[in-house]
């Protein structure tokens, strides 16, 4: 852990990083590590071949939103800054301690956690999860198991239960209101290893 | 006047159990002289065999002397045993119900600690009387009957996915804890020892270890009686529970070890070893017990649905059984039964009906609490009657290193375990953690079995008892007020909804693919992989019906079935065969209840459209209702029929019911009137009978709906009524479905999930759902079968919606698309 900063030089934009999204060195360095794997080309960035080729990830239901969400809107590839700054969503809440040149809003903040699933569904980028995208998110994950029906009924009930404005989507307050009393930062942490 | 009623109830509860007081005492008494008091159990029979063989020749002889024909006998001993056990229960439970009276005191005071100062009552009144107390406070008992029902409960309903996300923790704790308490706690009593000034010389190293097991145990029985009526946080729970349930395997080999070793003169290095091995042995044996015996039990589970009534004997027969033969192989005998409960659940629920799962769950709670209660009584009439030898000295080291130990040892393994975390224990949750480590009647029960060969074995019941009022009642009751006081973490309930369940399950694929992305194995790799191997194989052979539904899934059929129910039992009030899902949600049921009231007037309307289809329903309902499944249900219907007609002369109508009211109850009376009638016969007969008039009413029947402000989906009335004979009964089973859900679209108001505009609801389900599978058949009979008598109204005279698609009735019922198989599975989530 000492010398690791002088490792740390070989990452771009290292220091920035670390103080942006909160990440030590040493996760740095392994986040760095599997970018490089992930790289196979050695380009320097991440184009979504490179994703798909996770195994694991391509069978998963989402598994191409989630590889949508590290893709700025408009762009190809993935650098490793977009690449940790996405990942930062995931580290654990830290409630106590406060680093030095924190910022304002961590990536890891409650509310940024739950933007991100909202942009999960949110695919248009409206600011609304509109039936048609709950419908799509929920075939994705029920699959062969229902039918259109059930899945049309499952969708009517979750946008009733959320919808408060009755515009027939939920909004991004909507969706932050319904998980109130849920535990994001244990539903949404990933420890990272060093 | 409440408080003279609460007053004339507690008295009248205390009459009754001083009356049973005295009777318990009394007989005792009596029987004293008659036969020895069983010790054991196993003793029982011999027992109740004794008074045949003394009484009989006795007979003999009597009846020389008396000639007469004695008109009445009393045979006491006879009888004594098993009714004493009774009168024992009865009077535990007299007292449970008697707390309940005073809902303050539960509050503060845990039922437990209750429990105890009654038994502590009882035994003092017993000693005053010079009596002993029913020995069956003896190690066997315990371990054998009263112990397995309340892990079995445990076990059975264990939180299964936050034990699993925290498993290691909860290891972490029983393990090493328990360790670190016997060994911290021993070896701090032996140093204490030392000192001749408390005259503990004679007790060795082996002795105080041997001890320090016993207290050191967590005793989950006693800290969750506690922590649930605070609702502390999940994670606190689940590890305290989690704890007490797993330092069994720790205390067990530590106990026989150190038993073991109390008669050696000295320790060597080599028993160290087995000692560690015999632990791997014992925690890693009951998991596998458990686990076989789950399996086996699932497996069994498969083919019962032939024989619905024994099924919920398997449950309890497979986990009892695995506990004896952990205990035959002195393995840790609540690890098997745990093991063995958790994996039994989730596939013999899915195999079972609905009416054996919630006899299961029934009885399970039922015996839990009994021998709960009991084990409190028990220890507490124990505690005025048993030989004591007091220490000071002792006694309060003990109190003081228990309380100290525990507090260090959570402090220390919580540092060590927190940065494994992602939720990380708080300060305060540690405290919370330490401070509920009380100890119960296991610590007990262990103390009593120590071996005669034990010198100071008086002086360790002693202390244990001690140690165990202590934590009871001094942290039992001060728990609450601290934790309200330092604002631990509370629980969050009810989180109950779609949304939530949707959002969940989405995050949990989220993080799934980020971690399968950085190319870590956490927790929901784990998950993942298990739940794979879990469709693909296991559930193969396990279940008879293998189609996996997802959690959404179900949680959305089921919060669906529990408002159509809601629904059905505002109406029928004495009908209410509520399922068991929504049985055990009531809250729900409580919350909705207030909204009953207005809404009633909308229900009757919609039972008085639908009257021919809702009692299909209601038959339903009232076999599932009805005592043997076997039997035939067209009695009943019957019944029901009748029985309907004249609740609904009962309700109050408004008037433009009335007629209808009694159109249809004659209709129905008719009805009942031709068993063996075809329908269509009837129906026109019905029709020729009352002429036109009846058509008017029930056109006006279905007009005022229509024109009611609050009414029901605009009916296609008339048309359908001259349709009659054509449109045949098959699609009648289709329409049903839709008339209650119309009437719960509109029924809004009450109930906040429901847009059922697609009228596709499910609704249809609890007609399915809430009868039992037997009745299967008569779902299949009920499309053709037209012989038994007023079973397939024909879709009523027009009571339909507007869109009237036959197509889509029969796909239109999402939730029917599967067999009754499948949508019965889905309760049990």
Not at chain 1, 165 to 170: C, G, N, P, R, S
Not at chain 2, 216 to 224: G, K, Y
Not at chain 2, 337 to 365: D, F, G
Request: contains cysteine; charged residues 20%.
């Amino acid at each position: 852990m000492g010398s690791s900063s002088s490792s740390l030089n070989n990452v771009p934009d290292g220091q920035q990083l670390m103080q942006e999204t909160g990440f030590s060195a040493a996760h740095l360095l392994r986040l760095y590590e599997r970018f490089k794997f992930l790289d196979k080309d050695n380009r320097g960035h991440l184009r979504s071949e490179d994703f798909e080729a996770v195994p694991e990830l391509s069978e998963n239901p989402i598994g191409d939103r989630i590889v949508g969400a590290f893709f700025l809107p408009g762009q190809e590839t993935v650098d490793f800054s977009s690449f940790v700054r996405v990942l930062a969503h995931f580290r654990p809440t830290e409630k106590n301690r406060t680093r030095a040149g924190a910022q304002p809003d961590p990536a890891n903040s409650r509310n940024r956690k739950l933007k991100f699933a909202f942009r999960l569904y949110d695919q248009d980028r409206d600011g609304k999860i509109s039936r048609i995208e709950l419908l799509q998110v929920l075939r994705e994950m029920l699959g062969m198991q229902v039918t259109e029906e059930q899945l049309q009924s499952i969708a009517d009930r979750a946008i009733q239960e959320a919808d408060l404005d009755k515009d027939d989507a939920i909004s991004f307050d909507e969706f932050r209101k319904s998980l109130e009393k849920v535990n994001i930062d244990h539903k949404m942490s990933i420890r990272f290893l060093e | 006047m409440d408080r003279f009623a609460l007053a004339a109830i507690w008295t009248k509860n205390g009459v009754i159990c001083m009356t049973f007081l005295l009777f318990l005492c009394c007989t005792t008494g009596i029987c004293e002289p008659n036969e020895p008091t069983p010790t054991d159990s196993t003793n029982l029979e011999t027992a109740i065999l004794l008074p045949d063989d003394p009484e009989d020749p006795q007979a003999y002889p009597e009846e020389e002397k008396v000639s007469n024909l004695p008109v009445f006998t009393m045979d006491y001993t006879r009888i004594q045993i098993p009714f004493e056990f009774t009168l024992w229960i009865l009077l535990a439970s007299f007292s449970k119900i008697g707390f309940h009276v005073y809902q303050k005191i539960t509050i503060w005071i845990p039922e437990s600690c209750l429990l105890i100062g009654i038994g502590l009552i009882v035994g003092g009144i017993m000693h005053s009387v010079k009596e002993e107390p029913p020995a069956v406070l003896t190690s066997n008992v315990f371990f054998l009957y009263m112990l397995p029902p309340i892990v079995l409960d445990s076990g059975y309903f264990m939180p299964t996915r936050p034990f699993f996300e925290n498993v290691g923790t909860v290891v972490w704790y029983a393990v090493v804890g328990t360790l670190w308490n016997s060994i911290g706690i021993g070896l701090s009593l032996f140093a204490i020892c030392q000192f001749e000034v408390f005259d503990l010389q004679n007790i060795n190293l082996q002795e105080n270890l041997l001890f320090a097991t016993i207290i050191s145990a967590v005793d989950p029985v006693a800290a969750l009686n506690v922590f649930d009526d605070v609702g502390v946080n999940e994670q606190i729970h689940i590890v305290i529970f989690g704890e007490g349930l797993f330092n069994d395997a720790v205390t067990v080999v530590l106990y026989s070890m150190f038993a073991f070793l109390a008669d050696m003169p000295a320790i060597d290095s080599v028993d160290v070893f087995l000692g560690v091995a015999r632990f791997f042995v014992v925690g890693v044996g009951g998991v596998l017990l458990g686990l076989l015996f789950g399996f086996v039990a699932a497996f069994t589970s498969r083919f019962t649905n032939k024989v619905r009534e024994i099924e919920p004997l398997f449950v309890f027969m497979y986990s009892y059984l695995a506990y004896l033969v952990a205990e035959l192989f002195a393995i840790s005998s609540i690890m098997a039964i745990i093991t063995c409960a958790i994996t039994m659940k989730y596939y013999v629920e899915e195999n079972v009906s609905q009416r054996s799962c919630t006899t299961i769950r029934h009885v399970v709670k039922m015996l839990a609490t009994v021998s709960e209660t009991l084990i409190f009584f028990f220890l507490g009439v124990v505690t005025i009657t048993t030989e004591h030898e007091w220490n000071w000295a002792y006694i309060l080291f003990t109190l003081l290193f228990a309380f100290l130990w525990r507090g260090l040892g959570i402090l220390v393994l919580t540092q060590i375990v927190n940065p494994f975390r992602t939720i990380q224990f708080t300060v305060k949750d540690q405290f919370g953690l330490a401070y509920g480590g009380l100890r119960g009647a296991i610590c007990f029960a262990l103390a009593f079995t120590l071996g005669e060969n034990i010198n100071r074995k008086n002086l360790f019941v002693t202390a244990s008892i001690a140690l165990i009022l202590f934590t009871v009642f001094v942290q039992g009751i001060s728990i609450r007020p601290i934790v309200e006081y330092i604002k631990i973490r509370r629980t969050n309930k009810d989180l109950n909804t779609i949304n939530v369940e949707i959002h969940t399950r989405t995050m949990e694929h989220l993080i799934c693919g980020v971690e399968d992305l950085c190319g870590q194995w956490g927790h929901y790799y784990w998950k993942d992989k298990f739940k794979k191997f879990n469709d693909r194989i296991l559930r193969r052979i396990l279940l008879r019906d293998t189609r996996s539904e997802s959690s959404i899934v179900s949680l959305y059929k089921k919060l669906e079935l529990q408002n159509a129910i809601e629904l059905l039992d505002t109406t029928m009030g004495d009908i209410s065969a509520a399922p068991s899902v929504v049985s055990l949600q009531d809250e729900l049921m409580e919350a909705s209840r207030p909204k009953k009231k207005f809404l009633t007037g909308d229900i009757r309307k919609m039972h008085d459209i639908l009257s021919k289809n809702m009692y299909k329903i209601r038959q339903r309902t009232t076999a599932f209702r009805g005592k043997n499944t076997l039997q035939d249900n067209n009695h009943a219907r019957e019944i029901l029929m009748r029985r309907h007609a004249s609740i609904r002369r009962s309700l109050h109508g408004q008037s433009f019911r009335e007629q209808p009211v009694q159109n249809v109850s004659k209709s129905l009376k008719y009805y009942s009137l031709q068993p063996g009638g075809n329908l269509d016969s009837a129906f026109p007969l019905r029709r020729r009978s009352r002429g036109i008039p009846e058509e008017d009413h029930l056109q006006t029947f279905g007009a005022s709906p229509r024109s009611s402000s609050r009414s029901l989906i605009p009916m296609t009335t008339l048309k359908t009524i001259k349709e009659q004979g054509s449109s045949g009964a098959p699609s009648s089973p289709s329409v049903h479905p839709l008339e209650p859900s119309s009437g719960e679209h509109h029924l809004d108001e009450g109930f906040s999930g429901q847009s059922l505009r697609g009228r596709k609801a499910p609704v249809a389900t609890p007609r399915r759902r809430s009868s039992n599978r037997d009745d299967e058949d008569e779902d299949n009979g009920f499309s053709e079968n037209q012989a038994a008598g007023a079973e397939q109204p024909p879709p009523p005279q027009g009571w339909v919606p507007e869109v009237r698609d036959p197509g889509a009735n029969e796909a239109g019922n999402p939730l029917l698309r599967q067999s009754a198989h499948g949508s019965q599975r889905s309760w049990r989530t």
